[in-house]
């Protein structure tokens, strides 16, 4: 999933630049380097934002069940 995710959000990022290129007159060499590398910080960032990187910081971050208020030892399972 993660990876379908920056992939989605890397084309995304070079369709952007492609466009803004286009309609502001940048040559077309630069515009496709400028789109290639969007679309390579855009895999990137949807990799670690939303992919295992970035769950298992959100994981980190929001702690375990057994820390959550109002739940004692009794309460966990499995």
């Known amino acids: 999933m993660e990876r379908k995710l920056g992939g989605v959000l890397g084309l995304l ?5 492609i466009a803004v290129g286009a309609a502001r007159g940048v040559p077309a060499v630069e515009t496709f380097w ?4 969007a679309a390579a910080s855009g895999f990137l960032l949807g990799w670690l934002v939303f992919g295992k990187l970035g769950a298992a910081v959100m994981h980190e971050a929001a702690g375990s069940d057994a820390e959550a208020p109002g739940r004692g030892p009794e309460d966990k399972i499995g």
Do not use: G
């Open 13 to 17: 990022a070079a369709a952007a630049v």
């Open 34 to 37: 400028r789109a290639v590398l």
